[in-house]
């Protein structure tokens, strides 16, 4: 025999009260516009770019017909997603002759690079290296229009 759960409204106002203090806080948000990682790690990030990335990708990020540009069309691919998205990205596919052999304070600090690159503002923090850290901060492609 089946036992039916009651309804939420036959929950007690105490039971609730505690389940709503239970829930975790929202996630601050922050955005590219606010300058999320320091000009020191988007310097180290050019570093690292030029040695791993500017093979394929070209010197000036510029792409060719088959390897997509990390400039422009870029910010269209990935804006408005959590930069989280494009550091699980750059952690496991990248760099494509051996994808997921930088570690997570490089590909950090290539991402710096890429967003100092395409316009964004450094500030005074660095970019953390951490996925789930990065998932509070959208990549807000509109600020480098401006």
């Given at each position: ?51 791993v990335c ?20 870029f910010m ?66 509109a600020a480098?229009?401006?």
């Amino acid at each position: 025999m089946m036992r039916r759960l009651a309804p939420i409204a036959a929950l007690s106002p105490v039971l609730l009260v505690a389940l709503a203090l239970a829930a975790p806080a929202p996630v601050q948000s922050a955005s590219t516009t606010q300058g999320v990682y320091t000009e020191a790690q988007a310097a180290a990030g050019a570093e690292l770019y030029g040695a791993v990335c500017a093979t394929c990708h070209g010197k000036m990020l510029e792409g060719t017909y088959e390897i997509p540009a990390l400039r422009g069309r870029f910010m269209g691919n990935w804006g408005r997603a959590p930069i989280s998205s494009l550091f699980d990205y750059v952690s496991t596919a990248m760099p494509q002759m051996a994808p997921g052999s930088l570690s997570a304070e490089d590909n950090a600090k290539i991402i710096a690079f890429l967003l100092k690159s395409n316009g964004m503002p450094a500030g005074t923090k660095a970019l953390p290296a951490s996925a789930e850290a990065l998932k509070a901060i959208s990549f807000d492609p509109a600020a480098a229009a401006k």
